[in-house]
């Protein structure tokens, strides 16, 4: 890695973050996160978009002073592309080519999935990075896929959801439960100390690698309205065991297609991405294989789980290596497909 110094810009969904990097050593990592969307149990895209408006500013300020870094070391911009909520991405690709036009820097487009799979390579992200070729099983709130990662740019998806992701599964089940948004992490709080066995619910049964979450999230509704009928005060009464029979579920589910395609591809390097894969039973379930199958697991420090802009520093530092700029005419997508990234 050489000395280069590159700011991250990540405004993807709901959380305005930027990141100062050097090498793969990072300086600082910002976040400001929108609790006004926990008032209407999702995100709303044109709230988020509004709130990225008036974070980006004081946030990049941030970054560069807990860095200590001026603008006119900063070698290029990095931001977020896509995929994501388009409003949000207008705001941080804006931003970054005004940034960049000003201080006369290149200009690096980031895809978002991609970024949480490179994560690992971030210098304290794990005490070894992952080796070439891993698989990554990278999970969050809108995205569940199994990536089979021959180098940094030579990525290729052998799974994924049909339909939910498994953290949206998290969140929905989390919402029949009576619990606030986002519910994911209060269900893996609440199944710390619930019998993940009392309950059992549907697994679905998917050809390949693929998954699907949205029967586990209708046998848990089934089930539920079954028992409120016989006692009203079910849910309450049994809420720890139900979080952690639901998690046990999910995680179960992801790790059995994880497993075979390790076992099909004979690889042992096996690392997990995203928001989800700071549940504690995922983890617990990677820790599990280690042990059971031998594999080299990689999981993440928990600040880059989530959303956040040293990631997609991390990525345009690896492409300014590369000297693989944008231009000013690029803009933002909400589809932006992970392998598309690598066919330009």
């Known amino acids: 890695m050489n000395g280069s110094i590159i700011l991250g810009i990540e405004s993807s969904c709901d959380d305005t973050s930027a990141a100062v990097i050097k090498g793969n050593r990072i300086l600082s990592n910002i976040a400001a996160s929108q609790t006004i969307h926990n008032e209407y149990g999702g995100v709303v895209p044109e709230l988020a978009s509004r709130a990225h408006q008036q974070n980006i500013i ?8 807990k860095a200590n870094i ?31 036009m000003s201080l ?13 799979i490179l994560a690992h390579f971030i210098e304290d992200a794990n005490p070894v990075p992952p080796k070439f070729p891993f698989l990554c099983l990278t999970v969050s709130g809108g995205h569940t896929m199994i990536v089979l990662v021959e180098d940094y740019f030579d990525m290729k998806i052998i799974g994924k959801t049909i339909d939910d992701a498994a953290g ?77 029979s639901v998690q046990k579920t999910i995680t179960e589910t992801l790790m059995l ?21 700071a549940n ?3 983890r617990e379930a990677m820790l599990t294989n280690k042990e059971k199958l031998g594999w080299n697991i990689y999981i993440p420090k928990f600040e880059y789980t989530t959303d956040n802009a040293a990631m997609i520093a991390m990525v345009a530092q690896l492409k300014y290596e590369r000297g693989e700029f944008s231009d000013l005419s690029v803009s933002a997508s909400a589809r932006y497909d992970l392998e598309e990234s690598f066919t330009k």
Do not use: W
């Open 58 to 65: 004081p946030v990049i300020h941030q970054s560069l002073t």
């Open 70 to 100: 001026q603008q006119n070391e900063i070698s290029a911009i990095g931001f977020t592309r896509g995929p994501g909520l388009l409003g949000s991405l207008l705001v941080g690709t804006s931003f970054a080519k005004s940034l960049a």
């Open 104 to 116: 006369d820097v290149p200009l690096i487009e980031v895809n978002h999935l991609q970024a949480h």
């Open 168 to 244: 949206e599964a998290f969140d929905k089940i989390g919402k029949l439960f009576g619990l606030d948004y986002p519910a994911g992490p209060i269900v893996d709080k609440l199944a710390k100390t619930g019998d993940p066995n009392v309950f059992t619910f549907s697994k679905p049964k998917m050809d390949g690698y693929d998954y699907s979450f949205s029967g586990v999230k209708t046998s848990v509704l089934y089930f539920i309205q079954k028992e409120l009928k016989k006692n009203p005060e079910f849910i309450s009464e049994n809420l720890n065991d139900l979080c952690a």
């Open 257 to 277: 297609k994880l497993e075979k395609a390790a076992a099909e591809y004979q690889i042992s390097e096996v690392a997990i991405a995203g928001g989800v894969s």
């Open 280 to 282: 504690s039973g995922l």
